[in-house]
């Protein structure tokens, strides 16, 4: 363990990171996204087959694959350890 005057010791991190708070704000913004009121009685076919209702939900899917993924990259914890050379 590092003492405190080692100066190759990583700074303590306090809070969220920007990437973390980023994607945490893409989170609720799908959530809310995700509340579609406005879609339930539209009757509008996308493509002349698919309900516009259905396009909006496949839509949002597509968007929170895209925010797992940039989780996965951005705000991921890292590991500890370092490996041993």
């Not at 990437?19 to 959530?31: C, E, K």
């Amino acid at each position: 363990m590092p003492n405190s005057t080692d100066s190759s010791a990583p700074p303590d991190r306090k809070g969220l990171s920007s990437g973390a708070l980023l994607i945490a704000g893409l989170v609720i913004v799908l959530l809310i996204l995700h509340q579609d009121n406005w879609l339930w009685n539209n009757d509008t076919l996308l493509f002349g087959f698919m309900p516009i209702g259905l396009a909006w939900h496949a839509g949002i899917s597509m968007a929170a694959s895209f925010t797992w993924f940039l989780a996965t990259r951005i705000a991921w914890p890292l590991d500890e350890e370092e490996p041993q050379r």
